[in-house]
């Protein structure tokens, strides 16, 4: 039958509604089935058991890469092709792009040399600034102007008393104010630079110690989840660019260019 009318007010205005039914029954339909029960049942157990043999997901990462290198090209990310009878490649994601594949293989070998070099690289630039700046003397220059500050400051100072004595005019006062503290602000200038010299200098030997420990890590690892955050904790990212390939093309005709996270 039809549902109970039930009015009640609500913001100070009537309002109806229907109720649901909490009684019911129900009742086989009158029209013909189009399949059996049987056979309706028989058509679920075998969907239940049916497995696609034909496509499988990954469902681990497989590019220790991945997330880090791109196409120098387009830009767009280089991905990890798969092939059933043939080394996995990679390739731009960008299907109207012009950068070559080569097998990933290849590409991974390429990585651990690079990061081998630019490990050579972060000694070389170690080994120069030891020979261009001397730590003892940076920090005697700093302690040094540090105190050269704090004599300019007491002299700025007294010019205040000076004039409050009638000692130096207005005039006078400004002209000598201002040189003292162009004088001030040249020095700390100056500290700033040796600071962020010496900050830098020690920078880059901490990141050289991280840099070769991650490759002796990277090298003694298979686990591809690993070695991918590995190369994540140093590198910001990869840039590839191959401009020919083929058969009958130099494998290794192509560049990567490492930017390190620091």
């Given at each position: 039958?039809?549902?109970?009318?039930?009015?009640?007010?609500?913001?100070?205005?009537?309002?109806?509604?229907?109720?649901?039914?909490?009684?019911?029954?129900?009742?086989?339909?009158?029209?013909?089935?189009?399949?059996?029960?049987?056979?309706?049942?028989?058509?679920?157990?075998?969907?239940?058991?049916?497995?696609?043999?034909?496509y499988k997901y990954e469902t681990t990462?497989?590019?220790?890469?991945?997330?880090?290198?791109?196409?120098?090209?387009?830009?767009?990310?280089?991905?990890?092709?798969?092939?059933?009878?043939?080394?996995?490649?990679?390739?731009?994601?960008?299907?109207?792009?012009?950068?070559?594949?080569?097998?990933?293989?290849?590409?991974?070998?390429?990585?651990?040399?690079?990061?081998?070099?630019?490990?050579?690289?972060?000694?070389?630039?170690?080994?120069?600034?030891?020979?261009?700046?001397?730590?003892?003397?940076?920090?005697?220059?700093?302690?040094?102007?540090?105190?050269?500050?704090?004599?300019?400051?007491?002299?700025?100072?007294?010019?205040?008393?000076?004039?409050?004595?009638?000692?130096?005019?207005?005039?006078?006062?400004?002209?000598?104010?201002?040189?003292?503290?162009?004088?001030?602000?040249?020095?700390e200038d100056d500290i700033k630079t040796?600071?962020?010299?010496?900050?830098?200098?020690?920078?880059?030997?901490?990141?050289?110690?991280?840099?070769?420990?991650?490759?002796?890590?990277?090298?003694?690892?298979?686990?591809?989840?690993?070695?991918?955050?590995?190369?994540?904790?140093?590198?910001?990212?990869?840039?590839?660019?191959?401009?020919k390939g083929g058969r009958w093309v130099?494998?290794?005709?192509?560049?990567?260019?490492?930017?390190?996270?620091?």
């Open positions: 039958g039809r549902r109970k009318v039930t009015k009640h007010m609500r913001d100070g205005k009537v309002v109806i509604t229907r109720g649901r039914h909490d009684v019911y029954e129900l009742i086989d339909g009158l029209h013909d089935p189009l399949v059996t029960e049987d056979t309706f049942n028989k058509a679920k157990d075998i969907m239940k058991s049916n497995t696609n043999t034909n990462l497989q590019n220790p890469m991945a997330g880090l290198i791109k196409c120098k090209k387009c830009g767009k990310a280089m991905i990890r092709r798969p092939y059933p009878n043939r080394k996995a490649s990679l390739i731009c994601s960008q299907k109207w792009c012009n950068n070559k594949g080569i097998d990933i293989d290849i590409v991974e070998e390429a990585l651990v040399e690079a990061l081998r070099q630019q490990y050579d690289n972060f000694q070389i630039i170690i080994k120069q600034n030891k020979e261009d700046n001397n730590n003892s003397f940076i920090e005697k220059s700093i302690k040094k102007a540090n105190i050269e500050i704090k004599k300019l400051k007491e002299q700025r100072e007294k010019l205040c008393d000076l004039v409050e004595q009638g000692a130096y005019s207005i005039e006078l006062f400004k002209e000598r104010e201002s040189k003292l503290t162009k004088k001030i602000t040249q020095m040796l600071t962020e010299q010496t900050d830098k200098e020690n920078k880059i030997k901490e990141f050289s110690i991280k840099w070769k420990n991650a490759i002796d890590l990277y090298c003694n690892t298979d686990d591809i989840q690993i070695k991918n955050t590995i190369l994540k904790e140093i590198i910001e990212k990869i840039e590839y660019n191959r401009d130099e494998p290794n005709n192509f560049t990567l260019d490492v930017h390190p996270k620091i």
